[in-house]
């Protein structure tokens, strides 16, 4: 039986495939010092192959990884050999966290939500149990658990540009609570010094804009080349868009939201001011 791609498998991989391109290796080369065959590399990295202790012992040590960041990859490699992991990851969020992982460039619009890439782990719970109201506990933490996964590239050694417009509604909202909502706008404001993150409100006052009613990311991939592909996402499944003709028309469209919001400075005002507005 194949193994489950759970996010700490798909994490695994991707942090394994980013050391051994960082030795400029080949996955050949590896296969043959971990004595094992080049497709059994491509499913490690690709998380639909279980690696036992011994087997990613050999693989730090060929990527002569340092002995702090092995021992946080070890911790992760414990938690995807789990057999009856809680996190399982449905078809289409796993596609996507694996094009998200691989993403270089990432522009997402978001209508009454702060962005999963920016959200607490409070704000997440709030979301998703909101989302369901009769959704077990053990599944919103299952939920919370992935996005927080997730958001660790923004800050790792080769992280992601991230561009986020995010109408001045999810600002206003309550998810979860003053309490909840102030540590978000906060984090909001934290994640908006990151080098490789933007951040910009739509303001009610804009009205109507080319995107009513469409959350949407555009994702840049490394390979091929420059391509790009647009994620929508509903309650209970995503969709993917490519065709250039389709994806064009999304990127203008975001590149249209992102003139007519805040700049940085007003961003930031108006984040600080719904904060204080929080009671």
Not at 155 to 176: K, N, Q, Y
Not at 215 to 238: K, M
Not at 250 to 261: G, T
Request: with cysteine; proline share 6%.
């Amino acid at each position: 039986m194949p193994a489950v791609q759970t996010p700490q498998r798909l994490q695994l991989g991707r942090e394994l495939r980013a050391w051994r391109e960082r030795r400029d290796l080949e996955a050949r080369e590896v296969a043959t010092r971990l004595l094992c065959s080049p497709s059994k590399i491509s499913r490690i990295e690709s998380g639909k192959a279980a690696l036992l202790p011994l087997e990613l012992e050999m693989l730090l040590q060929i990527y002569e990884v340092p002995a702090d960041e092995a021992e946080r990859i070890k911790a992760i490699g414990a938690a995807s050999r789990q057999q009856r992991s809680k996190f399982r990851v449905v078809p289409w969020l796993r596609d996507y966290i694996g094009l998200e992982a691989e993403a270089v460039e990432i522009k997402s619009f978001q209508i009454d939500l702060v962005p999963g890439l920016l959200q607490t782990e409070s704000y997440a719970r709030a979301v998703a149990a909101a989302i369901d109201p009769t959704r077990p506990s053990a599944e919103v933490e299952r939920l919370v658990k992935i996005r927080q996964q997730r958001q660790a590239r923004l800050t790792s050694d080769e992280p992601p540009t991230l561009t986020a417009v995010i109408h001045e509604a999810a600002l206003r909202m309550w998810m979860g609570g003053p309490d909840v909502m102030r540590e978000q706008l906060k984090r909001l404001l934290e994640l908006a010094k990151l080098p490789n993150v933007t951040v910009r409100v739509l303001p009610f006052r804009v009205g109507g804009h080319g995107a009513l009613g469409s959350a949407f990311t555009v994702l840049r991939l490394p390979d091929p080349a420059d391509s790009q592909v647009v994620y929508l996402e509903d309650l209970w499944s995503a969709d993917y868009v490519n065709r250039p003709e389709q994806v064009a028309a999304y990127s203008e469209a975001f590149d249209r939201l992102v003139e007519a919001s805040l700049d940085t400075k007003g961003t930031a005002a108006m984040i600080t001011e719904a904060t204080g507005e929080l009671r």
